[in-house]
Nanobody, 122 residues
Framework: QVQLVESGGGLVQAGGSLRVSCTAS????????MGWFRQAPGKEREFVAA????????YYADSVKGRFTISRDNAKNTVYLQMNSLKPEDTAVYYC???????????????WGQGTQVTVSS
């Protein structure tokens, strides 16, 4: 069992930066692929980024490539999403999730956090 808690969301102006974090409970964090997803009002949840257990393989949605960076610190059971050059269309609730396998499909992820709101003003 893995419990995930996100933090670091907030309000930022367009062009600004924000870092969200996700801390996991349990001693098996390093065995999971970690992903970030987001859901805007009236839209489906969409993939944002994912990182392999070792941190060697990264996945990004085209919409955030070059602006967002995912990283993890297995010693701290934490995964991060650094978001730069934020746009109003990045406004959403951001969720972290854990999966035993690599992939971008939300159905692969067994554990989810409660989400943190990120709002980008124009």
């Amino acid at each position: 069992q893995v419990q995930l808690v996100e933090s670091g969301g907030g309000l930022v102006q367009a062009g600004g930066s924000l870092r969200v974090s996700c801390t996991a409970s349990g001693r098996t964090f390093s065995r999971y692929v970690m992903g970030w997803f987001r859901q805007a009002p009236g839209k489906e949840r969409e993939f944002v980024a994912a990182i392999s257990w070792s941190g060697d393989t990264l996945y990004y949605a085209d919409s955030v490539k070059g602006r967002f960076t995912i990283s993890r610190d297995n010693a701290k059971n934490t995964v991060y999403l650094q978001m730069n050059s934020l746009k109003p269309e990045d406004t959403a609730v951001y969720y972290c999730a854990a999966s035993p396998v690599e992939g971008v499909n939300p159905a692969l992820y067994d554990y989810w956090g409660q989400g943190t709101q990120v709002t980008v003003s124009s």
